[in-house]
T-cell receptor
Framework: GNSVTQMEGPVTLSEEAFLTINCTYT??????LFWYVQYPGEGLQLLLK?????DKGSNKGFEATYRKETTSFHLEKGSVQVSDSAVYFC?????????FGAGTRLTVKP | GAVVSQHPSRVICKSGTSVKIECRSL??????MFWYRQFPKKSLMLMAT?????????EQGVEKDKFLINHASLTLSTLTVTSAHPEDSSFYIC?????????????FGPGTRLTVT
C-alpha cells in the first residue's frame, strides 16, 4: 500500500539556519505530494504541493521537489525563523487515499 | 481560502454513550471528506473516506459500526462514535476536498478533542 516515511525529529535549529526535513514515499500510480504544517494549537494548513514528477512546490521560503527517481519530496528552507516553529507533515494523495508521515517537530531558537 | 469547521471543538462524554462530530465546508462544496484520528505526538491516521451520497470507505482496522459516518450533503459530514469507551479518547480531524482527484488539496478542520470518562 501507499506510505510515507518522514524524518521524525524533533529538530532544533537556531534562527537563520538551513532546514532540511527528509520525506520518501511508496505509492502505486502517480500520487500528488504535499507538505502540511501544524502550528501550536491550530489545525493543519497546506504549506506546498507538487502534482507531478520534477515539479517544485514553494511557499513562504520553503521548497520541495517531487523526485520520482528517488521517490522523495524533501522540504528545505534556506533561513528559518522563530515563527517557523511547528510540526511539519509530509503527505501523499491518490484519488481516494491520503497518507501522512509521522510528522517532524521543528523548534527554532532566537 | 477554503474554510472547514468542526463542532464541537471539545467534548467529554461518559463511557457507553454516543457522540456526534460535525464537519462543514463553509465556502465550497466538498466532493470528498476524510476523517482522521491523531494520537498525542503522532501522525494522522486515516479512518475513512466519504463521498457525498455514498457509503464511507473505511480503512482496515476501523470498525464501521462503531464509527458511523454520514455525508449527507456537499457541505456536511458527521462522525458518530457509538458506545464510546475510554480508548476512543483522541483528537478527531476532518478534511474536505472539492476536487475528485488527488491533485486537489485537502482543507482541514481544527479538530475535535474527545474525552471518554
Amino acid at each position: 500500500g501507499n506510505s510515507v516515511t518522514q524524518m521524525e525529529g524533533p529538530v532544533t535549529l537556531s534562527e537563520e539556519a538551513f532546514l532540511t526535513i527528509n520525506c520518501t514515499y511508496t505509492a502505486t500510480g502517480y500520487p500528488s505530494l504535499f507538505w502540511y504544517v501544524q502550528y501550536p494549537g491550530e489545525g493543519l494548513q497546506l504549506l506546498l504541493k507538487a502534482t507531478k514528477a520534477d515539479d517544485k512546490g514553494s511557499n513562504k521560503g520553503f521548497e520541495a521537489t517531487y523526485r520520482k527517481e528517488t521517490t522523495s519530496f524533501h522540504l528545505e528552507k534556506g533561513s528559518v525563523q522563530v515563527s517557523d516553529s511547528a510540526v511539519y507533515f509530509c503527505a501523499l494523495s491518490t484519488n481516494n487515499d491520503m497518507r501522512f508521515g509521522a510528522g517532524t517537530r521543528l523548534t527554532v531558537k532566537p | 481560502g477554503a474554510v472547514v469547521s468542526q463542532h464541537p471543538s471539545r467534548v467529554i462524554c461518559k463511557s457507553g454513550t454516543s457522540v456526534k462530530i460535525e464537519c462543514r465546508s463553509l465556502d465550497f462544496q466538498a466532493t470528498t471528506m476524510f476523517w482522521y484520528r491523531q494520537f498525542p505526538k503522532k501522525s494522522l491516521m486515516l479512518m475513512a473516506t466519504s463521498n457525498e451520497g455514498s457509503k464511507a470507505t473505511y480503512e482496515q482496522g476501523v470498525e464501521k459500526d462503531k464509527f458511523l459516518i454520514n455525508h449527507a450533503s456537499l457541505t456536511l459530514s458527521t462522525l458518530t462514535v457509538t458506545s464510546a469507551h475510554p480508548e476512543d479518547s483522541s483528537f478527531y480531524i476532518c478534511s474536505a476536498r472539492y476536487g475528485g482527484t488527488a491533485h486537489y488539496e485537502q482543507y482541514f478542520g481544527p479538530g475535535t478533542r474527545l474525552t471518554v470518562t
